[in-house]
């Protein structure tokens, strides 16, 4: 069989199966925070009341069946294919909420959870982000990014504090996807420094460690989100696009890394970006929309 045969074969299948993974651990964790008292943000004994249902322990191993499919797929495609195929998750999420809820699902969020889909499918398919970097260098100055990531992620916090709804929902998992991305941009680095150093190496750098705090900490803002989302795709969409866009922003400004600039592709990028936001507005709206249904109907 050819490479090509072999990337569809394979890749393609593992991608997309991966992608239902982390959307069905994603319906089955926003399930299990709807079983346990309501926690304040970034209030660690969310998970330790999560960690003693069953059901959620089971979608923590959903995850890492994710994660391995995803590593199968890198591993026979390339990032280019695999990262918009993993998208998917955003539907995949939608679907598996619905069923265990026993509703319907709603078209508006299906369509809105399609455009995110493809508004960040296509953006990444036009920046092309090249998967080879230099590193960390001498010359690197992580302040920049580092201070403005900082400050979205505070200033989402402080909102998630002082507004209810569907507002709130959307500024912690604004946070969560940039935590995410970032963990996710340091974790290469960690790579890098096992793959060249050997098992000591990462030992001797502060990345790890940096790695080790802000993976928790987003993994929790993560249930905090959905514990307060009554539907999933927003939430869930809003995670998924930033997660990718941060980690590409990480690797252009602090390991070296390329992204396509013609342009055609700037132009392209654009209209993806502007597909992607109008997804996550119709998501939010909907969502808002839907909530106070259920409210008026409950109360």
């Known amino acids: 069989m050819s490479s090509t045969g072999t990337t569809l074969v394979v890749a393609v299948p593992a991608a997309v199966l991966g992608a239902a993974g982390f959307g069905l651990a994603s319906a089955v964790q926003q399930r299990a925070t709807k079983q346990v008292p309501t926690s304040r943000t970034l209030d660690p004994r969310l998970l330790w009341d999560l960690v003693r249902k069953p059901i959620w322990l089971l979608s923590i191993g959903t995850v890492l069946a994710g994660l391995a499919l995803q590593m199968v797929a890198l591993a026979f495609g390339p990032l280019v294919l695999v990262q918009p195929l993993l998208v998917t998750s955003v539907l995949f999420g939608a679907v598996f909420a619905a ?12 369509l809105g959870a399609l455009a995110v889909m493809a508004g960040l499918a296509l953006f990444l398919l036009l920046a092309r982000p090249a998967g080879e970097g230099t590193g960390f260098t001498a010359t690197t100055d992580v302040r920049p990014l580092a201070v403005l990531l900082a400050v979205v992620v ?80 927003p939430a869930l969409a ?4 930033v997660d990718p866009l941060v980690g590409m922003a ?50």
């Open 238 to 241: 809003v995670i998924t696009a």
């Open 99 to 110: 069923g265990m809820a026993h509703r319907r699902l709603d078209r508006v969020l299906v």
């Open 154 to 233: 505070l200033a989402c916090v402080l909102t998630a504090h002082r507004f209810p709804g569907e507002v709130r929902v959307l500024a912690l998992a604004l946070a969560t996807g940039v935590l995410y991305g970032v963990t996710a941009g340091l974790i290469k680095v960690v790579a890098e420094q096992l793959r060249h150093g050997g098992i000591a190496e990462p030992f001797v750098h502060p990345t790890l460690y940096v790695v080790c705090a802000l993976g928790p900490v987003g993994f929790l803002l993560s249930q905090n989100t959905f514990q307060q989302g009554k539907f999933i795709s």
């Open 250 to 299: 990480i690797g252009v400004s602090w390991l070296g890394e390329r992204v396509e600039t013609s342009p055609p592709a700037l132009a392209g990028q654009a209209l993806a970006a502007v597909a992607l936001m109008a997804g996550i507005w119709v998501l939010t709206h909907r969502g808002e929309h839907l909530r106070r249904v259920a409210e008026m109907r409950a109360g």
